[in-house]
């Protein structure tokens, strides 16, 4: 019990005291901050940008479990306040290099601009962890700065871009990326002191794309479809053109090829820009360069150098990442505080399709030769609740329940509810959804990926 | 870097970036010379492709271009002086021979720096060989001096009521001067060609505020008429085909002012930080303008003669015969050979840096202190190219009673004497206006005017290596050309009136927001449902940018409101109700559901065609096609609260749609 006033509990607040540090031009500061502390960063002079965001003078930012870097072009003197696991100035970075495929990019827009076509479709491949969704940042970023509305389209689905793990989605960019955490806010019931952004997203359910192309290639389709559509409604974003990043694991290999060319042929890619492998970047030379687009531009091949600062995110920290991104689509980050809904369901009402397990390879052998897992197989399964799916997250998607599995796959995302309890006693389902009132009456896909989370309630 | 590239194609894209050079923009100067660096390898083919660039860019480029291979030989030095000092004086005299005075003064400026090592350099070497700058300086000391026996020609004619009408034209901005009053309307930017270089009443300004103009500074003119030299490439041939004259046949002072002159410029030109030497100067042509205005009184003028005969007798070790006064003790004279700075005077002069000690030497108060201050030093023989039969002037001593560091105050007092007219003054402050970069900084092109501009070659392609090559001067596009930044989320937007209206629009969006943060706290927020993709297509998602209307004010927004409310109400909306039980219900007049919508403006879900009545919420077509039929009261309203709730219903709705079309 403590009274107001007298609460001796409360901790004792420690004086920390600033740290400022001097970068000189063209440098950037290296840091690391563990989810559940936190650092507060204060721009005091210069100029200052984290992944192509700039940071406004005198303005403090908070950061927690972040692994990023503050670069300069100017030169700064930032206050750093907490305390970092990790933090150094590096002066070799690729920022220029960065820079120049912006303004690479600048020159094909405007020419996009002059002659009425679209503008550049950029796929940024590398392998994990060589830092693809900082550079996809940074050019959506100076994009943006100069006033340009990009679409950026995230195909990796280890994390979420305005959603959860699991997922694909497209963006237009028009308004500053956040700078504390990841990409912003999807739309939410009420303001953001950072513009919210309005993502189209689908879902995948796996964290490896490879293991269902069945699922994974006619969702980039239909994605590109959506896309498609955007740039040819949307002057803005069509002279722009769209970013993709993509995940590392199609980079390195035969298999992973087959879906590089599946996107490039897809969004019509007209450049395709290896992040620091060599080897990806012969392969990728030998495969496209000199091919032409859909549109008959010329694909463009081009390597620029992975940054020293990029770090090998350890399962651990990936994990808690995945479920920072799950937590906040509920509850939202530190700065904005959602209130999900709890609310009980009966059995009955909700029509849940589990992810079909993939047929393996003993299986397929067994098959005629010409039958293929499209033809056979079915998608999903259909499930009735069960113990099992207590902590999973269910992903509603804009399908009627009775939809084709087809359809049903290729449907965008309109949600995601937490199963925090079953009770097969009395058919009853515990979920918590962001939106209160009845759940809309949709399809439900329950997928492997993203793993279940324990203790969000 | 770019090692495997041919030259030619470092050539090329050099030429690219120099015909991108408009402006003089620091960033791209130091980029180009970044890639001159960087490039040593193709030093040649750069130097080539610089030289062919000066030589051909109009002359409104020529200086940025010049400036580029100031900046390159300065910071990268060896090969690029080598292959670059082969044509200096062509290229120099080129583009010298085409440019305004403006520019020329520049010109100087940089070629001064050349005949000195680089500052800060180890290398006691100057920047060119004095070999390659020699013939330069000749070539300029030529023109200069015919220009200015043209110039006393003309001052002759022009007389008093030009200098009249110079007066108004007391501003900062030298352009302004431009006003072509018929003496003077000679030059594009720099009018009177004697401003530049004759020995009149502007340069003193000049001196004042730049003590390194090396225009008028650096290179000494002789007093010897030359034949007029180097007149074609100048803009105003006239003037120098002008045989030479005596300003002023009256008296002969007006001829020895001109040569204390020339001889105080020659010797400030080798020292330029010579601070005493700049006050004679200065004296000695607010004397000249004195003279010239021809205001002076008959005993002003008698004391003017006496003094510059003193002068004159103390500078070049001859004097004549003064009828009002003696002439004085001579002091060790000096003289500077015209052609060439005199680099030995140096140690002779105290090289008093600035202003600061303009004071102290002003302090003596006494025109012929300060010069024996400046000349207690051994100098060069004296060299009395003329006999002068000079009074002495007075006046002058006692006209400068104090002497404060501007020349501007100086004049002023010359002026409340009675002594100077007005006109003089319009000189200093016009010349103020310039301030082009003092002669010490290291580059002293990348220094004035560096104002980037958004007009940046962009010839990044995407090919590996044209990735690799830095350029930092593109950088700028994204920030200096964009120097309107928002504080709050570092948002940049062009000075441009368009950027300023989107800032005012982003501006606007971050109090909305704010307000609306500060309204959130009360009720729950909660993530919405993603968009399916006909909307995602059709969205235009930038809240801020998206003008709520065209008038910007509050009081047309207000109204704005008001008719809003009262406009079709298939536009009404309300946010959707987070309650459950009334989100799931349909109208009550038609039973239909209501329709979800994505609202920019109110970054929300909202209803649309809707309207809250009470606790119930109605389309607000039927509402409206309701009321219409059965009067004021809606039908149907089941609560007994109708009459109150509706008036409450009404005031929140108006208060809601004006917060939402606020917002």
């Known amino acids: 019990m403590s009274l107001p006033g007298l609460d001796l509990s409360a901790p004792v607040e420690t004086v920390v005291t600033p740290t400022v540090h001097e970068l000189k031009e063209q440098t950037e500061w290296r840091f690391e901050v563990a989810y559940g502390t936190k650092v507060e960063v204060r721009l005091l002079s210069g100029t200052a940008e984290l992944f192509g965001t700039e940071l406004p003078i005198k303005q403090s930012y908070t950061f927690t479990g972040t692994k990023a870097a503050i670069y300069t072009w100017h030169g700064c003197r930032i206050e750093v306040v907490g305390d970092c696991q990790v933090d150094y100035i590096a002066e070799e970075t690729p920022m220029m290099i960065y820079a120049n495929l912006h303004f690479a990019l600048e020159n094909l827009r405007d020419r996009a601009n002059s002659e009425g076509i679209d503008g550049p479709r950029v796929l940024i491949v590398g392998s994990e962890n060589a830092g693809k969704t900082s550079l996809v940042k940074v050019l959506t970023a100076y994009a943006t700065k100069v006033g340009r509305q990009p679409v950026v389209v995230n195909l990796d689905t280890k994390e979420g871009m305005l959603s959860i793990p699991g997922t694909l989605s497209a963006t237009t960019f028009t308004s500053v990326i956040d700078v504390e955490n990841g990409w912003g806010s999807s739309p939410m019931n009420g303001p953001s002191q950072v513009p919210v952004k309005l993502p189209l997203v689908y879902y995948i359910g796996l964290a490896n794309p490879e293991e269902r192309t069945l699922i994974y290639k006619p969702v980039v389709t239909r994605l590109a479809l959506s896309v498609m559509n955007r740039l040819q409604d949307d002057g803005e974003a069509k002279e722009t053109g769209v970013i993709i990043d993509t995940p590392g694991i199609i980079s390195q290999g035969k298999g992973g090829y087959e879906m590089i060319q599946h996107i490039v042929s897809e969004f019509s890619v007209s450049a395709v820009v290896v992040l620091g492998s060599e080897r990806l970047y012969s392969d990728m030379l030998r495969r496209f360069n000199g091919q032409k687009t859909g549109t008959g531009e010329t694909i463009a091949v081009v390597k620029v150098d992975k940054s020293g600062g990029c770090v090998d995110r350890d399962e651990a920290y990936l994990q808690q990442f995945r479920q920072f991104q799950i937590r906040e689509y509920f509850f939202g980050d530190a700065n904005t505080t959602l209130s999900p809904h709890t609310q009980q369901i009966d059995f009955h009402q909700l029509t849940i399709y589990k992810l079909a397990e993939p047929i393996d390879d003993l299986l397929k052998s067994l098959m005629p030769g010409d039958v293929t897992e499209d033809s056979t197989s079915a998608i999903f399964d259909k499930v009735r609740p069960s113990p099992q799916m207590q902590n999973a997250i269910l992903t509603i998607v804009n399908a009627h329940p009775e939809d084709t599995q087809e359809n049903i796959r290729d449907a965008s995302v309109m949600g995601f509810i937490y199963v925090a309890d079953v009770d097969e006693k009395k058919n009853k389902l515990k979920v918590l959804a962001p939106v209160g009132g009845r759940l809309p009456n949709k399809a439900i896909i329950w997928g492997s990926w993203p793993e279940g989370i324990s203790d969000l309630m | 870097m770019s090692v495997g590239l041919p030259s030619d194609e470092v050539a090329e894209d050099y030429k690219n970036s120099l015909e991108d050079l408009t402006i003089n923009s620091r960033y791209e100067i130091s980029n180009l010379t970044v890639i001159a660096k960087e490039n040593t390898e193709h030093a040649m083919a750069i130097s080539r492709v610089l030289e062919n660039h000066i030589k051909n860019t109009p002359p409104d480029r020529k200086l940025p271009a010049l400036y580029v291979l100031d900046s390159v030989v300065k910071n990268v030095g060896t090969p690029y002086t080598l292959f670059l000092g082969r044509n200096l004086y062509t290229i120099f005299m080129n583009a010298y021979s085409l440019v305004n005075n403006q520019v020329r003064r520049k010109l100087d400026e940089m070629l001064k720096t050349w005949k000195e090592p680089v500052p800060g350099s180890l290398d006691p070497r100057p920047v060119f060989p004095l070999e390659t700058i020699r013939p330069i300086e000749n070539a300029l000391i030529k023109a200069r001096t015919a220009a200015i026996q043209a110039q006393q020609q003309q001052q002759s004619r022009a007389q008093q009521e030009a200098m009249a009408r110079t007066r108004p034209m007391a501003t900062p901005n030298p352009q302004w001067r431009n006003t072509p009053t018929p003496p003077q309307a000679r030059g594009p930017y720099y009018p009177p060609p004697q401003q530049m270089y004759g020995p009149q009443h502007v340069p003193n300004g000049n001196y004042q505020a730049q003590p390194q103009y090396p225009p008028t500074a650096t290179y000494p003119v002789p007093p010897q008429p030359t034949a007029t030299i180097y007149h074609p490439p100048y803009p105003q041939p006239q003037v120098y085909s002008q045989p030479q004259q005596p300003p002023n046949s009256s008296d002969p002072i007006h001829q020895d002012v001109e040569k204390l002159i020339s001889a105080a410029r020659s010797e400030f030109s080798s020292n330029v930080n010579d601070d005493s030497l700049r006050i004679r100067l200065q004296a000695l042509l607010a004397l000249q303008g004195a003279l010239k205005s021809q205001t002076l009184t008959p005993q002003e003028f008698q004391a003017a003669r006496n003094e510059v005969a003193r002068l004159f007798a103390e500078v070049y070790g001859t004097s004549r015969p003064v009828a009002s006064a003696p002439p004085r003790t001579p002091i060790p004279p000096t003289y500077v050979p015209p052609q060439q700075v005199p680099q030995q005077q140096r140690p002779a002069q105290v090289p008093t840096p600035q202003n600061p000690d303009i004071q102290s030497l002003l302090s003596s108060r006494n025109l012929a202190d300060i010069i024996a201050k400046a000349q207690q030093a051994p100098a060069t023989p004296p060299i009395s190219l003329l006999p002068f039969s000079q009074p002495q002037p007075a006046p002058q001593n006692s006209s400068i009673p104090s002497l ?163 406009a079709d109400p298939k536009n009404k909306h309300i946010p959707v109700p987070s309650d459950p039980a009334l989100a799931n219900q349909p109208c009550p007049i038609c039973q239909e559901k209501f329709d979800m919508v994505w609202n920019d403006e109110v970054q929300d879900f909202v209803w649309m065609d809707a309207m809250k009545i009470g606790n119930r919420v109605y389309h607000a077509s039927c509402h409206s096609e309701v009321k219409k039929e059965g009067g004021t009261t809606p039908l149907r309203i089941s609560t007994p609260d109708s009459v109150l709730g509706k008036r409450k219903a009404v005031g929140d709705y108006n208060t809601g749609n004006a917060k939402a079309v606020k917002a």
């Open chain 2, 404 to 566: 404060s560091a501007n020349l501007g105050d100086m004049l002023a007092s010359l002026k409340s004497k009675g002594i100077l007219s007005g006109a003089s003054i319009t000189p200093v402050n016009g010349s103020h206006g310039y301030a082009p970069p003092p002669a010490a900084i290291q580059t002293p092109p990348t220094v004035p005017g560096g104002f980037p501009r958004p007009a940046l070659v962009n010839d990044v392609e995407v090919i590996s290596a044209s990735l690799k090559r830095p350029r930092i001067n593109l950088v700028s596009t994204l920030y200096e050309s964009r120097p309107n930044q928002c504080s709050t989320c570092g948002r940049r937007f062009l000075a441009t009136a368009e950027g300023k209206e989107r800032k005012a629009r982003h501006l606007d969006w971050h109090f909305r927001t704010n307000q609306r943060l500060a309204d959130s706290a009360k009720r729950g927020q909660n993530r919405s449902w993603y968009v399916d993709e006909l909307e995602w297509i059709r969205s235009r998602d930038n809240p801020e940018d998206v003008p709520l209307t065209d008038a910007s004010s509050d009081a047309a927004r207000a109204a704005l409101a008001a008719s809003y409310a009262a």
